[in-house]
């Protein structure tokens, strides 16, 4: 009964598959399906060719037996030569139609291919831009790279040649069964029992393969992620000099992918040995059931019996041709449904009531909302909050970290939803319950992408995507009367725009100005610019409702003022919520309410809140009070004698046109011959030789079999020449001798499989692991190349290792198979026919050689042409989809869309101009054997003729000739693979030659007292410094020096260099003159990983990785030597034991992709944990505690400055209260130091530094 079960499993599972490849052509056209109509009969046509060819030599052998019987038959050796050249005739028409055939079945599969997967990945990403954004933070950004990459080209690659290819052979198949029918159905229906054997163990086989094969993706697909997740927070891992660590974390999902596809080797063992014993097994049973009716007269003639078993023969050696592309159109069908498994996700509801039905310029209420996120259940975000936004006012909302301010952004956003009832989940309703409304109307009855294009959001993390500043800004425009405009007008509102957010003045300083390129996540860019192109894009879109989620905790003070006079005025008559941690931005407001732990604790204006002395307000107003130096000093504001001066010098790495470009990646040291290369590459499997040696000796057996069984055949042919018992006699033993060397090639076939199965995971683990390592061994500058964003590189890790994956691999021993194939076949046919091999040899492999050489050539620039058509638009999709959230704020949906297929049609239109040319040669090499075959035809003809040859040597001749071209035509079959193979090696060997002269092996020195390990003495003499990818100077002879033990602060505008100060320190970058010292030593001569050791960097935007929060705060140091106790100790120094302890599996509970399950301030604490746990001697903090709440911030300053007695630190800040107990504050401005000195010191100056605190003061 359970194996009824299992088969009835069985069956179910491949009427899914089915279903599912089927699926694939419901997205294309209409016209693409007629194409692929059209292609599909050529294909097939195209395999009726050898089937005829079979016909014409039986006649062929039928006028041989005719001549050499001429005293019976009469026939002249005129007469034989013109059956011959009508023979030759016949198979010079039959390689013109498959040539043409060829042409329009491959041109038509790629083609058509190519469109229907770019369909289907279009369709891909406007499900995902569909979905609730609850649903598309559980997608991990690497699952998007793997899926759009990977997973999409299996896609193709089993709709494009190899699904022409299985046509082609099942029609020849299905028309050899035809032809042997025809002539005999006795003998045909007999012998086809071969077929019927192969057919079931590809079914019984083919099930268990596909089943494993969808285990390895679930692996790779979780590689896919971690490297993406890494490439993407590359900053942070080298700080962390968690390279080593990420890398085993990648290496482990790769090995177990590698494990996994290991446990296919048996099935692929059992299946190549099963069906290649069955292909000479049925040659044997064919040949000694066709004696028997021979015997019996139940054969006409000898013409009719070769007929029968050579279609015979065909049928069963070509079902084991069909075992390739059929596994390729399963994997179609396997990757297929990873996409349907997001195609056919529910929807987002998006429809509703748009103006005039509903107004956005209401009062926005929320009544009695309870929430809680659905990976959180025990941890209510939201308790009953009751909350009105007046229309036309400003209500600010501040609160500590973590107390369901941004939670109730997004309720406002409807990323989130609440409960609305019956038709909910029971487990939503009582998690998440209550109404928000606008005018008295649910914000669910109001349609989605309307309700969000009132809305001008900036967040307190902007995203900018991988375009012009220009592009950035127009963003904005989407889904407002502006949006059709032409280009000057908008590039007319963009300037507006940006002179109100106050970026016009770096943006104009720009060598490319408005179009200078951001790069992956705005990269190019300082933190405080990018916060202002978001903000320039919220003024644009001249919004009805204003959010404001700390739009201006990346800004400078004096920035930060004109920024917030623009953003005042473009809250005028608007409703606008301003979340803030500085409060000096919201003391204007009509209302502020204070959250504490998910509840409403205080409201009122900012006069009312701090006659509360008791109350949570008063607190936080009060931990950012600047201490003043004496009474002047507070009273004399009015009398600033100095200006503070423009950041003229903006941080940008975009790229310019005079500028040097980075390396590419496929740069590097000059590539070898490919020969060289490819014998490099089998130098370094040494680990496998015994692998190798097997392979080698497999192949060599299984390419035997050709020349062997050419000679079989010839015997076999022969023998019906004969009569009685001799023919009896001969037959058994010559059909013995085929029995024999079906079990030989089954047992070559066994080995091979399982060894080449066993190398190919080999290969592609180790170098998938290799390429990643090496990927994170690169300089940073590296990754700010726009040629290696984070999509490209995912893509290139996934995709190289395969390509040699397949090379090495499976296609390796059918090379080799080949090769043996050819030798053999040549050496028989000089050993029976000097004469004719020469002529049909010399003549033959010039051109056979010539066609692989084109062939391999124009695949080489076709395949680059293919992936060139998905890798830029892939890297637009996973860009989009990792930036969800600032998409679907913007509307962008239907604009990413319209983009990404835009991008598709035209890499596939380009696609389409290469593929013209490059087919034209694919099919000539594929059709060129049928021309050497009709010339030894009508060579060996005349040889006959002339009596200068036996047709028994002329038959293994023939057929030996027609093995060689055939397996020349398969080895040239593989012209793609190498040509795929060579570029990925080049890519590969360049990743090894690391130009990196940062890597000394100094000892680190260290300075200890009697209280042990201090910090170290840090100095900047004289420092000059531009991004590699631009040449405007960032600092100008800079010079600084910092005491050990030192706090010390370095403040200054927006884009002055301070920043570019801690990527130097950390070795990001090296300075183009002047030195940076670390007690003294060049940092440049220091073994950097000793050297990162003794740093830990807490940066503006914290990185956190997909995983669990021990895995976050651990990622710097070992983990076996940090205990529990110390975890809980830089927790309650980061303030978040109390939160962790609240989970019920605490450290172990994860965090989600980029740390989406916490909160901006709690992957802040989480990040200043993770420093902590280095207990490092130079801590470097960039905007560490940006956005903390202000009494948090004040606390988690105090244990910086208690437990880093002896630490240096270096505080770069902008909220001045932070920094005020520095021993030493450095001002810079325009790349260069201004004023240095203590708080008091530099207040009593009253300049630059005195002005800025004028600006924060809270109580002036």
Request: charged share 20%; with cysteine; proline share 3%.
């Amino acid at each position: 009964m359970e194996q009824v079960k299992a088969f009835s499993k069985r069956l179910q599972s491949c009427k899914h598959s089915i279903q599912h490849f089927l699926r694939i052509f419901s997205y294309a056209t209409p016209l693409d399906r007629a194409w692929l109509v059209a292609a599909a009969l050529a294909s097939a046509a195209t395999g009726v060719t050898i089937p005829l060819m079979n016909i014409i030599f039986a006649k062929l052998v039928r006028v041989f037996t005719a001549f050499y019987a001429r005293y019976y038959t009469g026939w002249t050796p005129e007469q034989f030569r013109d059956e011959i050249a009508k023979n030759v005739y016949l198979m010079i028409y039959i390689f013109g139609a498959r040539f043409v055939l060829d042409y329009v079945a491959v041109l038509g599969f790629r083609h058509t291919g190519l469109r229907t997967s770019a369909t289907i990945r279009l369709t891909y990403l406007r499900s995902l831009m569909s979905l609730p954004v609850s649903s598309v933070d559980a997608i991990p950004q690497g699952h998007t790279a793997a899926i759009t990459t990977i997973t999409a080209n299996q896609v193709q690659d089993g709709i494009s040649e190899k699904l022409c290819l299985l046509i082609q052979n099942i029609s020849l198949v299905i028309s050899a069964i035809v032809v042997a029918f025809v002539f005999s159905w006795l003998l045909a229906l007999v012998t086809v029992t071969g077929l019927v054997f192969v057919v079931l163990v590809y079914t019984l086989t083919l099930y268990f393969l596909v089943k494993k094969w969808n285990k390895v993706q679930q692996a790779d697909r979780e590689g896919a992620a971690t490297a993406s997740e890494t490439i993407s927070s590359i900053r942070m891992v080298a700080a962390c000099g968690a390279e080593g660590k990420m890398a085993e974390s990648y290496g482990g999902w790769v090995k177990e992918a590698a494990r996994r596809g290991q446990q296919m080797s048996k099935w692929i063992a059992l299946q190549s040995s099963l069906v290649f014993f069955a292909i000479y097994a049925t040659a044997a049973l064919c040949f000694w059931w066709a004696v028997r009716l021979w015997e019996a007269q139940k054969i006409a003639s000898v013409e009719v019996l070769l007929v029968v078993i050579t279609s015979i023969l065909t049928i069963v050696m070509s079902v084991g041709s069909i075992s390739a592309p059929l596994s390729a159109v399963s994997r179609a069908s396997g990757a297929a449904s990873t996409f349907y498994a997001i195609i056919d996700m529910p929807k987002a509801k998006v429809d509703g009531l748009k103006e005039p039905d509903v107004s956005p310029t209401e009062d926005i209420v929320l009544n009695r909302v309870n929430f809680t996120y659905i990976s959180r259940p025990d941890q209510r975000v939201l308790h009953n909050v009751s909350l009105t936004f007046p229309a036309g006012k400003t209500t600010a909302i501040v609160g500590p970290s973590g107390s369901g301010k941004s939670t109730i952004v997004a309720l406002i956003q409807r990323w989130y939803e609440l409960s609305v009832g019956k038709d909910e989940s029971p487990v939503i309703n009582l998690l998440r319950n209550g109404t928000i409304t606008t005018g008295g109307r649910s914000l669910r009855e109001i349609d989605v992408k309307w309700w969000r294009s009132q809305i001008g959001l900036v967040q307190q993390e902007p995203f900018l995507f991988n375009g012009t500043i220009f592009e950035n800004v127009a963003h904005g425009l989407i889904g407002t009367p502006w949006e059709a405009e032409p280009e000057s007008v908008k590039r007319s509102l963009v300037v507006t725009a940006c002179e109100e957010a106050f970026a016009d003045e770096f943006i104009s300083r720009l060598p490319d100005g408005y179009d200078t390129l951001c790069g992956d996540a705005g990269i190019h860019l300082s933190g405080g610019q990018r916060q202002r192109i978001a903000i320039a894009r919220c003024i644009i879109k001249k919004p009805s409702i204003v959010i404001l989620d700390e739009a201006t905790s990346a800004i400078d003070v004096r920035s930060e003022q004109k920024v917030q006079a623009a953003l005042n005025r473009a809250a005028q008559n608007r409703t606008t919520i301003v979340i803030a941690h500085r409060l000096s931005t919201i003391q204007k407001a009509d209302n502020i309410v204070v959250m504490n732990k998910g509840t409403v604790a205080q409201q009122g204006s900012h006069e009312k809140l701090m006659k509360n002395r008791a109350g949570l307000y008063y607190r936080l107003v009060n931990s950012q009070l600047l201490s003043d130096d004496d009474e002047d000093a507070a009273t004399d504001s009015s009398s600033a004698a100095t200006s503070l001066p423009d950041a003229k010098d903006e941080q940008d790495h975009s790229k310019t046109d005079d500028v040097e470009h980075l390396p590419e990646i496929t740069a590097g040291k000059k590539p070898s011959k490919l020969i060289r290369t490819f014998g490099r590459l089998f130098i370094e499997q040494k680990r496998d030789w015994y692998w190798y040696m097997l392979i080698l000796l497999g192949s060599a057996g299984a390419g035997a079999a050709f020349p062997v069984q050419a000679y079989l055949f010839a015997r076999l042919i022969s023998l019906f020449g004969f009569y009685g018992d001799y023919l009896h006699e001969e037959t058994q033993f010559w059909c013995v001798m085929t029995v024999a060397l079906a079990v030989g090639v089954g047992i070559c076939y066994f080995i091979l499989g399982w060894a080449c199965n066993t190398v190919s995971f080999h290969i592609i683990s180790a170098y998938r692991h290799e390429y990643f390592q090496n990927l994170l061994r690169k300089p940073i500058g590296f990754f700010d190349d726009k040629e290696n964003s984070t999509g490209t590189l995912s893509a290139r890790i996934a995709n190289d290792p395969a390509q040699l994956q397949q090379l090495l691999g499976v296609n390796l021993s059918s090379m080799l198979t080949c090769v043996f194939n050819v030798a053999g076949c040549i050496a028989i046919s000089f050993y029976f026919s000097w004469r004719l091999s020469v002529v049909v040899v010399l003549s033959s492999t010039p051109i056979m050689i010539a066609a692989g050489y084109l062939r391999v050539r124009y695949e080489r620039k076709f395949e680059k042409k293919t992936w060139e058509v998905f890798t830029e638009s892939s890297k637009f999709a996973i860009e989009s989809i990792g930036a969800f959230r600032t998409v679907s704020a913007l509307t962008m949906e239907d604009f990413i869309c319209k983009r990404y297929e835009k991008l598709l049609e035209k890499h596939v239109h380009d696609a389409f101009y290469s593929a013209l040319w490059t087919t034209l040669i694919f099919a000539f090499s594929d059709s060129v054997a049928l021309l050497c075959m009709a010339f030894a035809l009508w060579y060996g003809g005349n040889l006959l003729s002339d009596y200068e040859l036996w047709p028994f040597n002329y038959l293994v001749v023939y057929l030996a000739v027609v093995q060689g071209s055939l397996a020349a035509g398969q080895w040239l079959s593989f012209g793609p693979s190498i040509a795929q193979a060579s570029t990925a090696v080049k890519r590969i060997r360049s990743l090894r030659f690391v130009e990196d002269t940062d890597r000394s092996s100094n000892p680190l020195p260290i300075v200890e007292d009697e209280k042990g390990v201090i910090g170290p003495k840090v100095e900047l003499r004289n420092v000059c410094f531009k991004y590699p990818t631009r040449d405007v100077p960032v600092l100008r002879g800079l010079n600084m020096t910092i005491e050990r033990g030192q706090f010390a602060a370095i403040v200054g505008p927006s884009g002055c260099g301070k920043t570019s100060i801690i990527s130097l320190l950390e070795r990001f970058y090296t300075a183009q003159s002047g030195d940076v010292l670390f007690d003294d030593n060049p940092i440049s001569s220091l073994d950097l990983d000793q050297y990162r050791k003794s740093i830990s960097l807490v940066a503006q935007e914290p990185s956190i990785v997909a995983g669990s929060i021990r895995d976050n705060i651990l990622m710097g140091v070992d983990p076996l030597t940090v205990t529990d106790a110390d975890l809980d100790r830089v927790c309650r120094e980061a303030e978040m034991y109390d939160y962790i302890a609240s989970f019920p599996i605490t450290y172990d509970t994860l965090v989600g992709q980029k740390g989406i399950a916490l909160s901006g301030g709690q992957r802040q604490r989480l990040s200043i944990a993770r420093a902590l746990i280095r207990d490092p001697r130079l801590m470097l903090l960039d905007e560490a505690t940006s956005n903390l709440d202000s009494e948090t911030e004040r606390s988690i300053q105090g244990i910086f400055e208690k437990t880093g007695q002896g630490r240096t630190m270096i505080v770069v800040a902008h909220r001045l209260a932070t920094v005020q107990n520095a021993d030493v504050i450095f001002v810079m401005s325009e790349g260069e130091v201004v004023e240095t000195g203590s708080h008091r010191e530099l207040l009593r100056k009253k300049g630059v530094y005195w002005q800025m605190c004028q600006m924060q003061a809270l109580d002036k």
